[in-house]
């Protein structure tokens, strides 16, 4: 299949297919809906999520929640009676998914977060059982912490983190009986964030904040059996009450953006950021770690992220407009941007292009960046009231969208190729989430669609599955989805207008500039003669030239009532566009429409005639 993509919208969960056909597929057909007072469908579905390994789909409703599989998301795996199943999430493999619901107030005993073992065969009419149910009543931070390929899990348990070794043949989570255990410091503040690696070795960083006037720690442990003593890297550092981790894709590099709550120097709402960069050789650092502090200049950290390939990063950082610098594993420079107001930087899943973009309160300009031609830009294009920014699997298509809380109106999603070329468009009334669907890694058995038979990748795998994605294509090959093909013909200059887009707001100074030729008016002021009578000026004769005459320009009452009209035809015709192109109008713009012959006869009365006709 070519890179899927689903969206969730006010009634309904669409799946669509990717490049160059964009058909809807009917993602499942058991989708709950409930009608409403005005007799439309309403969807009852609270969360929605797609599995990281592209296997499940997943959503809760007020009663209970359902996992689909299949190619096109339309089996059903199970349902289950669950009530008020607020979050969802999955495990990074996706062999497990968590439920957080609302805790009961009856019931102080309550467990409100079940795990579900998904990668085995389920029998239709048997109510499957959670392998792990605990209570956690706060929202944020409630999932336990899985690794790369869910052979290990994570939670905190007193005042140590408590690591136990999965086995799939028979999951059981014990964590009375761990297989490692990191305890908490007895000197300082406890972890306060942490966040274990993605490698198929594993290790865990930690954070310990800042308090009376003892340093904020970042460490890196590796997983190993027992209680864990041993650190692999290590740095302390001052101006640090929370933090953000993240880790390379290879596991072996962190960063770190501490963060402190109030700016001393009174310049940002957001206090002060510093960034950090631990990084160890070999596996569980055998070969030793390193810390450094990566230099950056003054202001917020607007978004940093690893490239795919784990040996560098980008930062954006600075006041607007930002500086945006590109580093190796040692914190060194290795290529700068000149300074642009973005804040967003998005590698491509290949690591070939870097998509460099401003969204939130910027004006939605992107570019893109070929990595492997030293970050040369090869497009750039606007994308307005972006809220939602993700590259496809493949590499070579980018999604933009517009969604609802973030922005009410104009919602809708746009997908564009590398080359700036946008290939998709489709506009909702109330769109609520967008993702890509990455398809599976692994290999699974032979007559199933989701359940695994080995957890490592393997080299064909990884071939087969790129073979399979997005079709690298010139600007010259692109196919245009007909709903992209309207949208780019409304930008497009008419031959009338002289190749200038009309339709814009000019101010009166650049309007009368444009009536003089470009030159500017200033009311009151006789510009200096040209032409012969400079001649005559350089000659030392008397500038004879005397100013042209003031005309008053008075409008008849009919040409008046035919510029009303024309502005009138002119709105229709916008209306008519916008309703070929597929878009809802509302009950006073399709009365207006049908006001046309009206209008039209108006001005033949007048003698006007349509020059376009």
């Known amino acids: 299949m070519t890179s899927q993509f689903f969206l969730k919208t006010s009634q309904d969960i669409e799946l669509f297919?990717?490049?160059?056909?964009?058909?809807?597929?009917?993602?499942?057909s058991e989708q709950e809906v409930v009608p409403a007072e005005d007799g439309k469908k309403q969807s009852n579905i609270i969360a929605s999520l797609l599995s990281p390994c592209g296997r499940f789909l997943a959503y809760s409703t007020k009663t209970n929640i359902k996992v689909f599989h299949g190619e096109s998301l339309d089996k059903l795996l199970f349902a289950i009676d669950l009530k008020d199943v607020y979050d969802l999430q999955f495990s990074p493999a996706g062999n497990f998914i968590n439920t957080w619901q609302r805790p009961s107030v009856d019931d102080p005993n309550d467990k409100n977060v079940n795990i579900w073992y998904l990668n085995q065969e389920y029998t239709q009419g048997v109510d499957p059982t959670p392998v792990f149910s605990y209570q956690y009543k706060s929202q944020n931070s409630w999932t336990l912490q899985f690794s790369k390929l869910d052979n290990y899990a994570l939670r905190t348990v007193g005042k140590e983190i408590r690591i136990i070794k999965l086995d799939f043949q028979n999951v059981e989570f014990n964590f009375d009986k761990p297989f490692a255990t990191l305890p908490q410091p007895t000197d300082s503040q406890p972890f306060s964030t942490y966040l274990i690696s993605p490698a198929e070795h594993p290790t865990i960083a930690t954070f310990i904040p800042e308090k009376s006037g003892k340093p904020a720690q970042l460490t890196i442990w590796p997983i190993t059996e027992g209680k864990i003593i041993k650190k692999i890297a290590t740095k302390s550092f001052f101006k640090a009450d929370s933090c953000q981790l993240k880790w390379n894709p290879q596991g072996n590099a962190v960063l770190c953006l501490a963060i402190t709550d109030f700016d001393a120097q009174n310049k940002s709402y957001y206090g002060e950021n510093t960034l950090y960069l631990l990084s160890f050789q070999g596996v569980n650092g055998t070969l030793g770690?390193?810390?450094?502090?990566?230099?950056?200049?003054?202001g917020p950290v607007h978004d940093f992220t690893w490239s795919p390939t784990s040996r560098q990063f980008g930062v954006i950082a600075g006041y607007m407009p930002a500086t945006i610098s590109f580093f190796d594993l040692r914190g060194n420079v290795v290529h700068s941007l000149p300074q642009q107001s973005k804040n967003t930087m998005l590698f491509s899943p290949t690591g070939k292009y870097i998509l460099i973009g401003g969204f939130g309160n910027l004006q939605g300009s992107v570019e893109i960046l070929d990595r492997h031609n030293k970050f040369k830009s090869i497009t750039k294009f606007e994308a307005t009231n972006t809220s939602v920014c993700k590259w496809s699997p493949g590499g070579e298509f980018i999604m933009t969208a517009t969604t609802?809380?973030?922005?009410?109106?104009?919602?809708?999603?746009?997908?564009?190729?590398?080359?700036?070329?946008l290939v998709f468009n489709k506009e909702f009334k109330e769109l609520l989430k967008v993702d890509w669907r990455f398809p599976c890694p692994f290999k699974l058995t032979n007559g199933s669609d989701y359940i695994v038979k080995d957890f490592e990748v393997k080299d064909d795998v990884l071939d087969e599955m790129n073979n399979t994605l997005d079709p690298k294509l010139t600007k010259n090959q692109l196919q245009i989805h007909s709903s992209a093909a309207g949208v780019v013909i409304k930008k497009k200059p008419s031959a009338s207008s002289g190749g200038k887009v009309s339709g814009g707001y000019k101010p009166p100074h650049a309007r009368r500039a444009a009536a003089n030729g470009?030159?500017?008016?200033?009311?009151?002021?006789t510009p200096p003669a040209t032409g012969a009578a400079n001649k005559n000026k350089k000659a030392g004769g008397a500038n004879t030239t005397t100013p042209p005459a003031k005309t008053n320009t008075v409008i008849s009452p009919e040409e008046k009532k035919i510029r009303q009209l024309v502005k009138k035809l002119r709105s229709i015709e916008s209306l008519k566009q916008r309703q070929i192109n597929g878009e809802t109008l509302e009950l006073t713009q399709v009365q207006k429409i049908s006001s046309e012959e009206t209008v039209r006869k108006g001005l033949e009365a007048l003698g006007w005639k349509d020059e376009d006709e």
């Open 289 to 298: 770690g390193n810390s450094v502090r990566v230099s950056l200049t003054t």
């Open 404 to 421: 609802s809380p973030r922005l009410r109106v104009d919602n809708g999603i746009k997908i564009w190729h590398i080359s700036g070329s």
């Open 518 to 525: 470009g030159q500017r008016v200033v009311p009151g002021y």
């Open 17 to 28: 297919q990717g490049y160059p056909t964009f058909d809807q597929i009917n993602a499942n």
